[in-house]
Each structure stands twice: as structure tokens, then as C-alpha cells.
């Protein structure tokens, strides 16, 4: 067994582990938290996309014992008291979602990719950014849409919404 | 995964000390190839020694002549340093095509070479660039450190402290990739140093990364694109499967050499 | 808050707890008590299992039990099922072979399950499963479709000699023969149609639970259809009496088809967890997935186009070979017969057309429903014949099309469908003016400047979907009606809740249900509650597959609501005393006729339920009302799309430019969903197309065993879509509706395959048309000739 510590959506979360457990195990299993999903084995899909110590890592693919110190925030910490984060409503508001299974992972990734890249982003940028995330359902025509609209309303709010994590 | 035993050490002493001499330990780096394996349990550690918490294996040193890039450098790291796109664009271009960006917050430098999975990108790097692998024990030139499918110089014991890069005058790295696990179908990483042209070529090779001679031969004369005209790589030791046969990669060796020296020319 | 009418592009209700990560997917729950199974599978294609060694498994730290195929026959548990009988020429019924949920003597695939591990943990299980050692007898394999047939292949099951299933025809073989005997031009095609695993992003789950005290079973899965599963298991797999079997389906991330069926894990959960005490969870990795989830396709066929001398289509055969895999799956017959070739006809007047079918059994996973099932498959025959027949007669594709549709309705084709409406001069004209047809010349000449090579190409898509009449079925061999039906129920406060035995795995029923119910009885859709995928809350219902929980569905919801008005109608008269003949209905608001007195639809709703204004004698209390709808016919959704796409010669990459779909889907609740489903259902076409394939080897080994090597469509594969509609509304469904779910999946692959044999030249290019494909067919054809 291996003492583990970390952050995750600004509480601490600690467990004495199997040291086998992956981030991802660490959240659903013994966090509760199952909006993270797994939806592959090779590190793939990007359903299990979270971010931690501010960049969007595939949470399936580490280890929670790799973690320890660190910051690590899912699709439940990214919004606040004062409500949705404007990338979920984006994707919300521009129908980037069907089944569901993808979205917090998808949402993670583009929250990821504001941080990087930046509040103007063109299409193709977006479309070779999502390399890493797999959509079964939506064609990926409205993710894109969703995402770039995510991205304007992030610029909108301006630093408030960076402080955030 | 199978049951192993979790060591986090700080210092690059510690992780080496772990290290011992026993095969059955496992370095962890960025996981990416590594923690893949072993969920699917083809990998089996006793041992895990996670060197994530070892600061003084990151990091990017530049001086006049080379680039020295510590082993736990992320790829992301390096595609964004300001001195990896002054001093060697191409590194950083190729750096920032590794997997995905969740893969490439993750994995690392060393993590990729010592794996030497044969269809990673930086072995074609390493060795067009002529780099220099630093182990805790030696210096090994990537000429030396490339030993086929998954296998490379380091002994039992040696782990891979940084690598050094000489600067090129001109480099470029163009990939094409596989399908569906968008890994390099075949990579190729061009490089001219003074006289010294090299072309590696990942991704192709039944035996992993290895140089195109005759490509170089071709570059020497001229190091433009033209020079390439008409040259096709061999079929002899190349991959074939269901996305590729050898004549197709070897076609693709072509194309993506031709690539990388517009890059490098451009 | 105001009513959401019909039509209007409403956001979504569902999606607040998904982009908050509060779905309740199946694996997000986890029972009190709850072990962890883990199937050992077969690692060989076909072998005789001469025993089971479990005795080192069972005695492993955790491990509650390991349970094979001899303790499914001790306990009784029946096979799994196929649903729908289909008969030879012959009249021969369908040969069958048995379908254990733990393999009995013999293993049929990679991926057969031959024992269950039941531990505490799952690492437990995982581990004990690999100590299992089981004696395997390895036999050849017979793998490959076009070869299972033959005499020396190897026999996967004993009651089908020569591995079929059945030799099965439709339609008029002298007629045809006749209409070929006349022409004046035959086009003739060998096509593959590729084998496809479905891939939902969330991959399959079951958990099985008892309650001695109450006898009660319950298994939470990853269902399509939870009645039908619950019907499946109870009469037929006799696993639970009906009455004692709940089934609950939560949110489900995906479908495709692939989780329509009853599969051997959730049996095997649900009988596990009375053996062993406990509730049973089972959660399938991706490679599980891509072993043992249902595939789709998988024919081979030879399709031969008869015209006259003016390019008038007089008859078409088409002789197909469909791979069932190594067990019938649960719809598996009906796929490439009734799901298929009636729809063979396209969007066009054929007098004449003779189809034959043999299903076969193969060494491989099982094929069953596939988006689109069946349908795409006869889209793909008759669009890349029109193609291949228009370049050889040398007309324009377009004008092909256009001489042979189908122009005046109902039209009854030669194989089943009465097309009942539709205007396909329509799509194609709009279609034509989006992708900007006139430009195209210039477009190509552009592409050929930079060493690309454009191409167009065409799909006029008609699929059959509000599956279906229930006779009708019935008479073509399915097991069951396929109905829907509903309950609306009003809570004294005016709010509703719709229970309905339609599913929804991301099709955004809870909105557009609730969009219906809000436009209706005029009440804010905030008001109205969907409530589906628990049998212990819906009576019944036969899921969400085919396109129909619009069309059927949603005509249910419709029926029962009209009850409730017509109930409602007799409240309000008594509490406006006023005769029930006077009261009228309209935008939430029952009146009396020509006055000015009236109530609210929720006031008539809580005087329903206090009942103090008319006679308990005379009139029920309360405000519910349940209907089932059975259609009267299939709907008919038809199309156009268009794809532009650029071929890089030196690579092989196809970069699709362009895409133009025109769809009629008559009436549309909500835009903005059905566009989403246009969307997905184009990526999946195009990954048929250009990407995906699922490739045994010799032996039967899944070579495309994961994301590492099946090659699913990515979001830089795609462009945006352009995406419009033409309506004709459906006459035989209250809403007029035809459904929209599968018409990308379905119209997408001969869009792309015709855009690349036009970029390429005349060229036939098979399914997945990988880039090593396209680079070959480059050099075999050189550019001058393909821009000619």
C-alpha cells in the first residue's frame, strides 16, 4: 500500500492505496467522483481526461500515486458557486453532446486548450487539438462549434475564470 | 496490472540506487507507453521507481552549440520551450506532434528513448541529430544507443539523466501516421551539420529506427529537396501489416523525407 | 416560462447533469455487497474445451466462485436467443445452433465466454480468471466470409451444414430474369461490404442483484431496450419469472445497436449474483468490446444493374453472402434479409428485382444491427451501381438518378415497401445548389494546380424506419409486435410525467418528448417529466433501435395524451358546468365555446384529482392515461448527400472538402437534435468509408482488437457538415414523422467511395478505403486520365 495526497477540486483527498490505482480509479472508485469516465484501454479516448497541476493529462493513464502533491481538477470541480463554467454551457448551448460519455473529458481538453492556445481559435486548431478524444455520437461538427464558442465566453469573463483552478 | 512495488525517489542517486542491478525493476517515467502495458498486463514490474518527483531530471540548458534536455522533460516542455523553437525548431515541431496533448503532458524524453518503441519519434531525432544519450554512468552517442524493437545500450542499473543535442544548421521532421494509433507509420527527421547530413527514419523499420544512407549520399551533393528526386528506400527490413505494406512505407520514406527537407529548407 | 412549441431548436434538458459530470452511467453505480466478475474467454477461434481446471482460481485470496458452462446447464439457464425467423427457399426453417451463455464443449470464437470469476475485488478476479486453466483442443477456423461455405471448411455448428444459416430470397427471379434478357445495358459490381465494430464511447455493463427475502432479481445494464431484455431473460434464457425481474437501464452512453441484444454477461450476472449471494458487476474493457459486442456488415455481394438504351433502370440482382458470425445474436437473421433487401429498390423505379441471401456462420464475433442495419448495405449496392452504370453509359451521375426516380407515391416497389411519400427531385436540387455544382469544374481544375485530385459524389439514401407494424412483422418471421407505448401521467399541480418504453442513449428524449407534451397540452416543458429505462416504472415498451422512437414513440406519447385531453374535457365541463361537447382545448386552456370562462390546464388537472365537482360514480378521479401505438406502416426518410473530397496522390490521404446533406425527415420536433444526428450518423459512414474495418486473420484472431489498431473517425478527419432539409411529411404517423437516427450512417459510404472512384478515375475502390488503398489505386490510374 502507498499513502497518497493531492488536491482534487481544491479539497484534499488522501487514501492509503493499492499502488496499482490509477488516477482515474482514485476518483471513481474511492472519490466517488464518476463523471470522470473510462471508455479504453490504450489511452485513446479521452474520457478520462483531468487536469492536474493545470494541464489536461488522461487520467487513465496515471497513476494516483504519481499525483501525490499535486492539483488535480475534474468535470465536477470546473464549475462554481456561481455557476456553469462557460465552456459547459458552450457545449450545452451548441448541442455538443449526445450520449454524454465523452463530454467531460472533451470539456477538459478544451478548457485545456483555451489555457494553451488561446481565446481565438480557428477550426482546424480545434478539430487537430481533439486528437486525443474520441466522439461516437456527434460527427464532432458541434463539439468543434461548442468549443470555440467556449473559448470567446472565456475571453469574455477574462482572468477571473483562470484563477478558478 | 500485476501487484509491483511503488518507490518514489527524489534525487536521480535514489531512483539509480533503487534501480539496482535486478531486470525485474521498472522505471516509471510519463507513463504513456509504459502504464498502457502494463493495465493490459504484457508488462510485469516487481519494482516501480517513479521518477515524476525527481526535479533534476527536467529541465532545458541551452548554450552556442547544443541543447541539453533532461529526461523528465514533458514533450509538452519541449514543443513550447522559446530555446528548444530557437536553437532547434525541428525538435520542437516534431515534439509537439508526439500523441495527443494529454499524452504529451505526460510522457517524456527519456521515458521515449530508453522505451525505443519503434515507432516513437524522438529515437529519429536522437539519431539524425546526432545526440548524445547521458546515463547516470556514461555518455552514448544515439548511433551507439538504438538497438532494435524495444531495446537500446542501457545496462541494467543506467538510467538516462539527459540528452544533448548539437545544434544543426538545418533541420526538418515530417511524419506520416499510422491510422489508428497515430504513432509514426514513418517519421523521418533530416538534419545537416556542417558536411555531416543525416536522414532518420522511424516508424518503418522491422528493427526500429534506423538512417537512410542513401538519402544522405543524395542530400550531400545539394541539401534540397530535388536531390531526392527519383530516390526510393528499400523494401529490405521494413514493416508490413494490415495499414502498410513495405512498399508503401518505403514509398511514404520518400515522401516524408522529401517533406522533412522543405521543412529544414524552408 | 412559456410553452416550447414544435419545432423550435430547444436546448437540451438532459445535458445539465452530463456537461456537469452527473450522468448516472451503469459503471457509476456500485451495489451495496457488490463482487466483481471477470469472464475468461477463449483465445482461440474455434476449439473443443476438453476441460476446465479452476480449482487453483477457486482457492486464490476474494475469489466467492468460478462458474462454467456445466453449472449453466445444472441451474437451467437457457441459451441466448435470435428473435426472428427466417425461412429458406425451401421453406427450410433457419438452422440454429445453441447459444450458451458459458460455452458447453466447444468454443466459437476469440472472445467465446468459457467461465466466470467472481471475486471480491476486480483485480481478484482479474487475477484468479488468468489461473483458470482451461484444456483447449484447437480446431481450424473458418473465418473468412466468402469461404465458409465451402465443402472442406470447417463446420462451427453441427445443425448447419456448410455453414448456413439459411438460403434466403426475395422478390421475382423469373421477372428479373426477364427484365435482364431485354437490356440494353447491364452493369455489374463485386462489392464487400466492410465489417464494422460499433464502438459506443461507454462500453458494456452489467449488474446482476437477488433479494431472497423477495425473490426479486434486478440488473442494472447498458440496454437499448430493458423491457425486452427483461422479456428475453425471463421467458426464454428462464433466468427469473417476469414479475421478479427489474431491469433498469440508466443513462447509457451510446448504442448504435450494439446494445439492443441480450448478451451472455448480463445472464451470467444476473444468475451469478442468486449463486453466489451477491450482487455481480461486470464492466467491459474496450478490448472486450471489440471481441464481443456485436459486430455489423460483413457481406459480400455481386450485384448486377439492368437498363435500356435510354438509362431507364429495368431490373437489378443481387446475390449477397452475410457473415452472422459464430452465434445467431438476437436480430441477427432479420439484418440482411427483411432489414436489407427491401430497400434494394433505392430512390428509384425498378420494375424488377431479385435478391438472394445466405446467412452464414463464421469463426468470428457475432454480426447483428449496426446503425442503419441492413439498410446501408443496400444504399451502398444501388448508389455504386447508378455510379458505375452512369460512367459507362456516359451520363452524368446526377442525370441517372434523376431519369429513374421514383416520381409519383405511394409507389409499391418489387420487394415489400409502399414508399408512401416523398420528393427526391427536391433533395437533389437543393443539394446541387449547397455543394455548388456549378463551381465544380473550376474546383477540380484548382485541386489539379496544387497535384490533388477532386472528386464528387452522390448518395440518394431511402431507409424503411418506425420499425414497425406489428402484423407486417409478424408475417416476415419477427418474434414480436414492435409497437411502443406510453403513459401520461397529471399530477395534481399540472405537471406530467411521460413514462415510455423508448430508450434514449444521447437521442435527447427527455427533451424533445417534453417538447411534444409542452406544445400539446401548452403547459412550460420545465412542467413535463420523461421517464424511460426501468421496467419497474414503465409497463412495457420495445426500446430505441431503427429510427423509431420519433415516429413510434413518440405517437404513443401523442395517443395517450389525447386521452388525457379527452378525459380532461369531462372534468372541465363539470367544474365550468358547462356539456362536454362545449368545452374546447386549445394552447393549455380548456373553455367553454364562444364564452369567456375557462381553466387552466393545470386547474382542470387539480380538480381531476380533488374530484369534488362531478360524481366518483359518474366519472373517474385522477388524470392518466396509457396508449399503446402500433404504426401502420414504415416511414420513409430519404435524401441526398454530397461529398467533395481531395486525394493527395503522394500519400493516399483523401481530405474530405465538402459535405451536403439534404434529408427528408417530414416533420421536425426539434431542429437542432435532429441536425446532431445527421452529424453523427455521417461520421460513422465516413468511417466506414474511408477508416474503419474490423480484419480476422486466417485463424480467426481479431487483428483490430483495439483503438491502437481500429481506426476510428477523428475529429481532423472531418469537416463541418452542411446540413438542410427538404419536407414531405410522413402520412401515416400522427406527427408526421419519419425518423432521422441512422440516414448519415446510411447515405454517407457510397457518398464518399463515388467522390473517390470519380477523383480517381473509374476506378473500383473497396471498404475501408485506407490510404494505402487510395495510393495504389493513384498509381494504377494517372492523373490525366482521372481529370479527363
Not at chain 2, 139 to 155: R, V
Not at chain 2, 204 to 209: D, F, H, L, T, Y
Not at chain 3, 78 to 104: F, T
Not at chain 3, 223 to 241: C, E, K
Request: hydrophobic share 45%; glycine share 10%; net charge negative.
Amino acid at each position: 500500500m502507498v499513502a497518497v495526497n493531492m488536491t482534487v477540486n481544491g479539497k484534499p483527498a488522501s487514501a492509503e492505496l493499492d499502488p496499482r490505482t490509477l488516477l482515474v480509479q482514485f476518483l471513481r472508485d474511492h472519490l466517488r467522483l464518476t463523471g470522470t469516465h473510462v471508455g479504453c484501454d490504450t489511452s485513446q479516448c479521452g474520457a478520462c481526461v483531468v487536469h492536474m497541476d493545470g494541464h489536461a493529462v488522461k487520467s487513465c493513464t496515471v497513476l494516483a500515486a504519481t499525483c501525490s502533491g499535486s492539483q488535480v481538477t475534474t468535470i465536477e470541480g470546473l464549475a462554481n458557486a456561481a455557476g456553469l463554467h462557460p465552456m459547459q454551457e458552450a457545449f450545452r448551448e451548441n448541442h455538443g453532446l449526445q450520449c454524454g460519455f465523452c463530454t467531460p473529458g472533451m470539456i477538459m481538453t478544451a478548457v485545456d486548450l483555451v489555457h494553451r492556445k488561446g481565446f481565438a481559435l480557428d477550426e482546424t486548431t480545434i478539430r487537430e487539438e481533439l486528437e486525443g478524444n474520441l466522439c461516437r455520437c456527434t460527427g464532432y461538427h458541434n463539439i468543434v462549434k461548442a468549443i470555440a464558442a467556449g473559448a470567446q465566453a472565456m475571453a469574455a469573463e477574462g482572468p477571473a475564470q483562470q484563477v478558478a483552478e | 496490472m500485476y501487484a509491483f512495488d511503488y518507490h518514489r525517489p527524489t534525487t536521480a542517486r535514489q531512483a539509480a540506487g533503487l534501480l539496482g542491478k535486478d531486470e525485474d525493476v521498472r522505471l516509471l517515467a510519463g507513463g504513456q507507453s509504459l502504464l498502457p502495458m502494463m493495465k493490459l498486463r504484457l508488462v510485469q514490474a516487481g519494482d516501480l521507481v517513479d521518477l515524476n518527483a525527481v526535479d533534476e531530471l527536467r529541465g532545458i540548458a541551452r548554450s552556442p552549440r547544443s541543447l541539453t534536455i533532461g529526461a523528465m522533460t514533458r514533450h509538452a516542455e519541449v514543443a513550447d520551450s522559446p530555446d528548444v523553437a530557437e536553437a532547434i525548431p525541428a525538435l520542437a515541431a516534431m515534439a509537439s506532434t508526439i500523441g495527443d496533448p494529454a499524452v504529451r503532458a505526460m510522457g517524456t524524453l527519456g521515458g521515449s528513448i530508453a522505451n525505443n518503441d519503434p515507432a516513437a519519434d524522438y529515437p529519429s531525432a536522437c539519431l539524425a541529430l546526432g545526440a548524445t544519450i547521458v546515463t547516470n554512468k556514461r555518455k552514448i552517442e544515439a548511433d551507439d544507443f538504438f538497438k532494435g524493437l524495444f531495446e537500446t545500450a542501457l545496462e541494467p542499473g543506467e538510467l538516462v539523466v539527459k540528452v544533448s543535442f548539437p545544434v544543426p544548421a538545418k533541420a526538418g521532421y515530417a511524419k506520416f501516421r499510422h491510422p489508428a494509433s497515430r504513432f509514426a507509420l514513418v517519421g523521418v527527421f533530416v538534419a545537416k551539420r556542417s558536411a555531416d547530413i543525416r536522414v532518420a527514419v522511424t516508424g518503418a523499420g522491422a528493427n526500429g529506427v534506423f538512417r537512410w544512407l542513401e538519402a544522405e549520399e543524395a542530400l550531400k551533393a545539394r541539401f534540397i529537396v530535388k536531390s531526392l528526386d527519383g530516390l526510393v528506400a528499400s523494401t529490405d527490413g521494413l514493416n508490413s501489416d494490415i495499414h502498410a505494406d513495405a512498399e508503401y512505407r518505403a514509398h511514404l520514406i520518400a515522401v516524408m523525407a522529401k517533406r522533412a527537407v522543405q521543412q529544414a529548407t524552408a | 416560462m412559456g410553452v416550447t412549441k414544435i419545432g423550435t431548436a430547444v436546448r437540451r434538458k438532459e445535458d445539465q447533469r452530463f456537461i456537469t459530470g452527473r450522468g448516472q452511467y451503469t459503471d457509476d453505480l456500485d451495489r451495496p455487497g457488490q463482487a466483481h466478475a471477470v469472464f475468461v474467454r477463449s483465445p482461440h477461434a474455434h476449439a473443443h474445451v476438453r476441460g476446465i481446471d479452476a480449482a487453483s482460481a477457486r482457492a486464490m485470496p476474494g475469489v466467492l466462485a468460478v462458474l462454467t458452462g456445466e453449472d449453466v446447464a445444472a441451474d437451467s439457464v437457457g441459451g441466448l436467443i435470435c428473435g426472428w425467423m427466417i425461412h429458406s427457399k425451401d421453406g427450410s426453417p433457419m438452422k440454429a445452433g445453441p447459444h450458451p451463455a458459458l460455452a458447453q464443449g466447444k468454443v466459437r470464437y476469440v472472445g467465446d465466454h468459457v467461465a466466470v470469476v467472481i471475486a471480491e475485488t476486480l483485480i481478484a478476479a482479474r487475477d484468479a480468471a488468468e489461473a483458470v486453466l482451461v484444456d483447449y483442443e484447437v480446431l481450424p477456423a473458418a473465418a473468412d466470409t466468402a469461404k465458409t461455405q465451402a465443402a472442406d471448411a470447417p463446420q462451427v455448428h453441427e445443425v448447419a451444414p456448410r455453414n448456413t444459416v439459411y438460403e434466403w430470397q426475395l422478390g421475382d427471379k423469373a421477372a428479373t430474369e426477364a427484365a435482364f434478357a431485354r437490356a440494353a445495358h447491364v452493369t455489374k459490381l463485386d462489392l464487400v461490404n466492410n465489417r464494422l465494430v460499433p464502438n459506443p464511447l461507454e462500453p458494456r455493463v452489467a449488474i446482476g442483484e437477488y433479494e431472497p427475502g423477495t425473490e426479486v432479481f434486478t440488473l442494472h445494464t447498458t440496454s437499448q431496450n430493458p423491457h425486452v431484455a427483461r422479456l428475453v431473460l425471463a421467458a426464454f434464457i428462464g433466468i427469473a419469472p417476469e414479475h421478479k425481474l427489474r431491469v433498469i437501464a440508466p443513462d447509457v452512453g451510446g448504442g448504435f445497436g450494439s446494445k439492443i441484444f441480450i448478451y451472455a454477461e448480463e445472464t451470467v450476472c444476473v444468475w451469478a449474483a442468486k449463486r453466489v449471494g451477491r450482487p455481480v458487476k461486470w464492466t467491459s474493457d474496450r478490448t472486450e468490446a471489440f471481441l464481443c459486442d456485436a459486430h455489423g456488415r460483413d457481406h459480400v455481394t455481386h450485384a448486377e444493374l439492368a437498363l435500356d438504351e435510354r438509362g431507364k433502370i429495368l431490373g437489378l440482382k443481387v446475390k449477397t453472402i452475410a457473415n452472422l458470425g459464430a452465434y445467431l445474436s438476437t436480430f441477427a437473421s432479420s439484418v440482411p434479409t427483411y432489414l436489407y433487401a427491401p430497400l434494394l429498390s433505392g430512390q428509384y423505379d425498378i420494375p424488377a428485382i431479385y435478391c438472394e441471401v445466405d446467412g452464414v456462420y463464421t469463426n468470428t464475433a457475432p454480426v447483428d444491427a449496426y446503425r442503419g442495419a441492413g439498410r446501408p448495405e443496400a444504399t451502398f449496392v444501388i448508389e455504386r451501381l447508378m455510379e458505375i452504370a452512369a460512367r459507362e453509359l456516359g451520363v452524368e451521375p446526377v442525370q441517372l438518378r434523376r431519369r429513374n426516380f421514383v416520381k409519383s407515391f405511394p409507389h409499391q416497389t418489387p420487394v415489400i415497401m409502399a414508399y408512401d411519400v416523398g420528393d427526391y427531385n427536391a433533395s437533389l436540387a437543393r443539394a446541387l445548389e449547397l455543394i455548388d455544382y456549378t463551381g465544380l469544374a473550376k474546383r477540380k481544375r484548382e485541386s489539379a494546380r496544387k497535384g490533388l485530385r477532386r472528386g464528387i459524389g452522390f448518395s440518394a439514401y431511402i431507409e424503411a424506419c418506425g420499425i414497425a407494424p406489428s402484423q407486417a412483422v409478424g408475417s416476415l418471421g419477427a418474434g414480436v409486435g414492435l409497437w411502443e407505448s406510453a403513459e401520461v401521467r397529471v399530477n395534481p399541480t399540472g405537471s406530467v410525467e411521460v413514462l415510455t418504453g423508448s430508450h434514449s442513449h444521447g437521442q435527447g428524449h427527455e427533451t424533445t418528448f417534453a417538447q411534444l407534451v409542452s406544445d400539446r397540452l401548452g403547459i412550460p416543458i420545465e412542467q413535463v417529466s420523461i421517464v424511460h429505462g426501468d421496467t419497474d416504472k414503465v409497463q412495457f415498451g420495445m426500446g430505441t433501435y431503427g429510427s423509431r422512437s420519433g415516429a413510434v414513440g413518440m405517437s404513443a406519447i401523442v395517443k395517450a395524451m389525447d386521452k388525457v385531453i379527452a378525459k380532461a374535457k369531462k372534468v372541465a365541463a363539470h367544474v365550468l358546468e358547462a356539456s362536454e361537447g362545449d368545452i374546447e382545448f386549445k394552447d393549455g386552456r380548456f373553455s367553454v365555446a364562444g364564452t369567456d370562462r375557462g381553466l387552466a390546464f393545470g386547474e382542470v388537472a387539480l380538480q381531476a384529482y380533488i374530484a369534488h365537482k362531478f360524481s366518483g360514480q359518474e366519472l373517474e378521479p385522477g388524470l392518466k392515461e396509457g396508449a399503446f401505438y402500433d404504426p401502420t406502416n414504415f416511414t420513409f426518410p430519404a435524401g441526398m448527400h454530397v461529398c467533395e473530397l481531395e486525394i493527395d496522390p503522394d500519400t493516399g490521404i483523401a481530405t474530405i472538402d465538402k459535405w451536403v446533406a439534404v434529408d427528408d425527415f417530414g416533420n421536425v420536433i426539434n431542429p437542432m437534435i435532429v441536425e446532431g444526428q445527421v452529424h453523427g450518423g455521417i461520421a460513422q459512414g465516413v468511417g466506414q468509408a474511408l477508416f474503419e474495418g474490423a480484419v480476422y486473420d486466417s485463424a480467426g484472431q481479431l487483428v483490430t482488437a483495439s483503438f491502437m489498431d481500429y481506426r476510428m473517425p477523428r475529429a481532423a478527419d472531418l469537416p463541418s457538415f452542411t446540413v438542410d432539409m427538404t419536407v414531405t411529411p410522413c402520412p401515416s404517423n400522427p406527427l408526421g414523422i419519419k425518423g432521422c437516427g441512422e440516414a448519415g450512417a446510411i447515405a454517407a459510404p457510397p457518398a464518399v467511395i463515388n467522390a473517390l472512384t470519380d477523383a480517381l478515375g473509374h476506378e473500383n475502390i473497396e471498404m475501408p478505403a485506407t490510404p494505402q488503398a487510395i495510393w495504389r489505386a493513384c498509381r494504377n490510374t494517372p492523373a490525366q486520365l482521372a481529370a479527363e
